[in-house]
Each structure stands twice: as C-alpha cells, then as structure tokens.
C-alpha cells in the first residue's frame, strides 16, 4: 500500500508527480516507480477533447477520469481541480465527489470562470475574498484529512509577484493544506516563494516545457524548499511528439516495420497491462 499523499511530504526528499489524463498514463507513471501522480486537467483537455485548457470540460467528465484512475492504481491522486467549476457551494460538491473517486488532494485555483492554463497570457482572477471562502468550503466538504486542499494563485501575471505572495498568505490563513504559486518568471521569483513559506507548509512547483517558469530539475527544486513537482503536460508532449513521429512514418512507408523498434508489440502491450494475470484470476472463479 502507498504512503498517504500527507505522509510523502513530510518526508526529507521531494515528491516528483508526472502528469496523467487516463488510467494508461497512470499506470505507466506507477510502473516507473513514482510515488504519486498529477490529475492534470491541462492534458484531459488535450487529450479527450483535443482543446487546449481554457475551461472546456466539466466536473462529472473530471471524476469519471479520477475514478477510472483510482481503479487502476493506488498512488496518491493530486487533482487539478480547476476553478472548483463555480462558486463555493459548487467547490463543495467538487470536493465531495473527487473525494469518493479516490482524489488523495484537490487544487483549486483562483482564476474567474472559464479560466485557462497557468501559462496562457490574458488570465482574470476572483477576488481573493472569494476563492478564500471556496478553500474554506473545501475543508468543510471533505470527510476525514483527505483530500488535501491545495490552493493556486495565478496572480503573478495579473497582479505582480507581491500581491500573488499575499494572496499565497490569504490563502495558507484560509486552511490552505499546500501552496501553489504558479508562473514564476524568473530564478529569483522561484526560490523566493519556497523561501516564503519554508517550514509553514509544503510549496509545489510546476515545470512546464516552454513555459512561463525556468525548467529546473527535481533536486534542484527540493534544495529550493520545495515539496511537490508536478510535470502536467509533460507526458501529453512526449506521447504527441511520438504519434506524429509514427503517424508520419505509416503514411511513408504503408507499414509499421521501420518503427517496430519504438514500440511495443501486442505480447510486450498484454505484459504492460498485466493480462495474464487479470485472466488466471477470472479464471480462478470459475474453477470454484
């Protein structure tokens, strides 16, 4: 059984969380030995709509990707929760139902409705009074210590650098279990939010390719002070970055000899989902 999401950062190393959009990429990301996981509502866009992340898909289509998920593996689910699609009441029924698909934390950010990716320019935030009063209904929605809140600001591109370090306070005032401070844009903006909050609550990083924030490695980041980070879209990136390689070599050659090497073949898939052993237990059953 894994360590609760709780336990693993309170612990000395950093928790390094790729993105997941299905039970597939989940399932990858336990079989590499990761200790936990990143919903990222970035990649289902991506990958279930074929939409970037401006708010298009809803809460029901986010638990069942969470549940189908939490059926497949066990690690620590961190969601991305968006905006809690609503106000505080619609925060409620997020955290209640997330929470029963398995979410082990739930972030929330403070974006107005329909938001956009954290690196996307021309974001618009709520009134932090508001998302102060969502991060509080988080808390009282949840049954037990999980899931976790987890509070994001994206005011750095909004408001400053400053006044997203005081919302960050507002926010860890509210119960915020973690912070997220998304979009620093530079080293010094970086170091200086782990340096903020070090040893009043865990801080999480997001590492975006090409995005906003410099690309710093794991163990950079936990010398920093940082608890948590996440690479969302990363996984999204390889696997089109790979398609369009396959794709584009099916439609050259009218085979897929030349790219046999870069994939697996249908025994190396079944081992992969453990087949074998899904049927010798269904088999099981009916020997009585």
Known sequence: MTLALSALLKGPEIVVAPGCYDALSALLIAQAGFKAAYVSGGSIAYTRLGRPDIGLFGLAELADVVGNIRERIDLPLIVDADTGFGNALNVERTVRLLGARGASAIQLEDQSFPKRCGHLAEKRLVPAGEMIGKIKAARDARVGREPLVIARTDAIAVEGYDAALDRAEAYLEAGAEMLFVEA??????????????????????????????????????????????????????????????????LKEHGTTAAFRDRMLDFAGLQALLGTADILARGKSYEEG
């Open 184 to 249: 620093p844009r530079t080293e010094e903006e970086l170091a200086g939010i782990a340096e903020r909050f070090r040893g009043r609550v865990p801080v999480m990083a997001n590492m975006v390719e090409g995005g906003a924030t410099p690309l710093r490695s794991a163990a950079q980041l936990e010398r920093l002070g940082f608890a948590l980070v996440i690479f969302p879209g990363g996984t999204v990136r390889a696997v089109a970055k790979h398609l369009a390689d396959y794709f584009a070599n």
